[in-house]
């Protein structure tokens, strides 16, 4: 089946606002199957939304809507979607005495416009809305699937995996099941390169690879009957992967992030950490902090960004700062070794670099960025060169600094290990 995503809201026209709605849409969309070959955004306006749904309408089969279905007159898209297909409107009780409750429950006053969220087209289907004020409306008209979702990400997102995505299986002859499997330390060319064979050859299951800052991700999704048949398809694909690309797998499970990779191997293996950043300013703890959890490993986090507090709180020499400059590997040698030292941290990582606009030269250029990993003394330093504005750099930063903290502790243990057994 064939499905286009329609972003509503002229803020998103202007840049005001980041359409994640679209990004989170396709993504599960291909993750069951659906293919999507247009994406559309339109602003707040009756004519040119009639427009792309005549236009959608006549070249898809699922049209996905977020956005446009609040109190105030600019909100038009079940208004507008009705008038397209010919549907008239009608005041939904249990819509209504949701939409009472809801302010009831906060001790609001509900305002006449607000009623306006109760009226649905005839003949559809109301998806209730737990966390707002607009239900979601499924529209079904002549093999057509019409799905109106409210724009706010905190909406729409339990919406579609609670509501919407078993209506969009129910829609399809078996099922679709997807794994992804998560890599880091190795870039997107070289890990498609590795799977060229698979991709070249594949049927079902099928292979498809997602770059990501600082990591890939290759999802297996399988066509079968039921889910027990296909994970039985995708099994043997999986242990292909994992024999392809070896430890630098991090995870099989869609819900577990690199950083919670890093605390969950940190845990395992009761080792504290600290973190001492630079250009990245203080982004890597927050990533680590992010996890639950981690309170049981985290110690502490510095930000040094200048050379005095890299001297005063790292004990960083003057005369290696002046020597080979703040970013450099020397510097983020010492950054880590005095972070271990005077935080009695298992684990330092330290994060030294350009990232711009300004600051860079022909020897240094903007990018340039040494991360160091000390585990129980063991050091080891990366030179990265990244692309990107500011931002971009320091989250390419970030993510390469997860993945050496990774690279590190496995080699630690790998090394502890074969000595144990060499003896």
Same mark, same amino acid.
């Given at each position: 089946?064939?499905?286009?995503?329609?972003?509503?809201?002229?803020?998103?026209?202007?840049?005001?606002?980041?359409?994640?709605?679209?990004?989170?849409?396709?993504?599960?969309?291909?993750?069951?199957?659906?293919?999507?070959?247009?994406?559309?955004?339109?602003?707040?306006?009756?004519?040119?939304?009639?427009?792309?749904?005549?236009?959608?309408?006549?070249?898809?089969?699922?049209?996905?809507?977020?956005?446009?279905?609040?109190?105030?007159?600019?909100?038009?898209?079940?208004?507008?979607?009705?008038?397209?297909?010919?549907?008239?409107?009608?005041?939904?009780?249990?819509?209504?005495?949701?939409?009472?409750?809801?302010?009831?429950?906060?001790?609001?006053?509900?305002?006449?416009?607000?009623?306006?969220?109760?009226?649905?087209?005839?003949?559809?289907?109301?998806?209730?809305?737990?966390?707002?004020?607009?239900?979601?409306?499924?529209?079904?008209?002549?093999?057509?699937?019409?799905?109106?979702?409210?724009?706010?990400?905190?909406?729409?997102?339990?919406?579609?995996?609670?509501?919407?995505?078993?209506?969009?299986?129910?829609?399809?002859?078996?099922?679709?099941?997807?794994?992804?499997?998560?890599?880091?330390?190795?870039?997107?060319?070289?890990? &498609?390169?590795? #799977?060229? !064979? @698979?991709?070249? *050859?594949?049927?079902?299951?099928?292979?498809?690879?997602?770059?990501? %800052? =600082?990591?890939?991700?290759?999802?297996?999704?399988?066509?079968?009957?039921?889910?027990?048949?296909?994970?039985?398809?995708?099994?043997?694909?999986?242990?292909?992967?994992?024999?392809?690309?070896?430890?630098?797998?991090?995870?099989?499970?869609?819900?577990?992030?690199? &950083?919670?990779? #890093?605390? !969950? @191997?940190?845990? *395992?293996?009761?080792?504290?950490?600290?973190?001492?950043?630079?250009? %990245? =300013?203080?982004?890597?703890?927050?990533?680590?902090?992010?996890?639950?959890?981690?309170?049981?490993?985290?110690?502490?986090?510095?930000?040094?960004?200048?050379?005095?507090?890299?001297?005063?709180?790292?004990?960083?020499?003057?005369?290696?700062?002046?020597?080979?400059?703040?970013?450099?590997?020397?510097?983020?040698?010492?950054?880590?070794?005095?972070?271990?030292?005077?935080?009695?941290?298992?684990?330092?990582?330290?994060?030294?670099?350009?990232?711009?606009?300004?600051?860079?030269?022909?020897?240094?250029?903007?990018?340039?960025?040494?991360?160091?990993?000390?585990?129980?003394?063991?050091?080891?330093?990366?030179?990265?060169?990244?692309?990107?504005?500011?931002?971009?750099?320091?989250?390419?930063?970030?993510?390469?600094?997860?993945?050496?903290?990774?690279?590190?502790?496995?080699?630690?243990?790998?090394?502890?290990?074969?000595?144990?057994?060499?003896?």
């Amino acid at each position: 089946m064939i499905v286009e995503i329609i972003s509503v809201g002229t803020e998103i026209l202007l840049g005001n606002i980041v359409n994640t709605n679209a990004a989170y849409l396709a993504e599960k969309c291909a993750g069951i199957g659906l293919s999507c070959y247009y994406h559309d955004v339109v602003g707040d306006n009756e004519e040119r939304l009639t427009g792309v749904l005549k236009t959608a309408l006549a070249r898809a089969d699922v049209l996905l809507l977020s956005g446009g279905l609040g109190p105030t007159q600019d909100d038009l898209t079940k208004e507008t979607a009705a008038g397209v297909l010919g549907r008239k409107l009608y005041l939904h009780e249990p819509a209504k005495e949701a939409l009472t409750a809801f302010f009831k429950k906060r001790g609001m006053e509900i305002t006449d416009n607000n009623w306006k969220q109760a009226m649905v087209p005839e003949g559809s289907i109301v998806v209730e809305n737990p966390n707002g004020t607009a239900p979601g409306i499924i529209i079904e008209d002549n093999g057509k699937h019409i799905i109106l979702m409210p724009g706010p990400p905190n909406e729409l997102v339990p919406m579609f995996e609670d509501s919407v995505m078993p209506y969009l299986n129910s829609l399809q002859p078996g099922i679709i099941y997807s794994q992804t499997v998560k890599i880091c330390g190795i870039g997107e060319s070289k890990a &498609e390169a590795m #799977v060229e !064979d @698979l991709i070249n *050859a594949q049927d079902n299951p099928t292979i498809a690879t997602y770059a990501k %800052t =600082g990591e890939v991700h290759l999802r297996v999704t399988a066509r079968a009957d039921d889910e027990k048949e296909a994970k039985k398809l995708i099994k043997p694909y999986i242990k292909e992967l994992k024999g392809r690309f070896g430890n630098h797998i991090y995870t099989t499970q869609e819900e577990v992030t690199l &950083e919670k990779a #890093v605390v !969950d @191997l940190l845990l *395992a293996n009761h080792l504290t950490v600290s973190t001492v950043e630079s250009c %990245t =300013g203080g982004m890597l703890a927050a990533r680590l902090i992010n996890v639950p959890g981690v309170s049981d490993v985290f110690k502490t986090g510095y930000i040094t960004y200048s050379n005095k507090s890299k001297r005063k709180i790292l004990g960083v020499k003057k005369s290696t700062l002046e020597k080979h400059g703040a970013v450099s590997e020397g510097v983020a040698k010492e950054m880590v070794k005095g972070a271990a030292l005077f935080t009695k941290a298992d684990v330092a990582v330290a994060v030294t670099g350009i990232a711009g606009p300004d600051g860079g030269s022909e020897e240094k250029p903007v990018g340039l960025v040494y991360i160091a990993c000390n585990v129980c003394g063991r050091i080891d330093i990366k030179e990265c060169r990244f692309s990107g504005n500011r931002m971009k750099v320091r989250e390419s930063s970030v993510s390469a600094a997860l993945s050496l903290m990774r690279e590190s502790i496995l080699a630690y243990y790998s090394e502890v290990t074969f000595g144990a057994k060499k003896s």
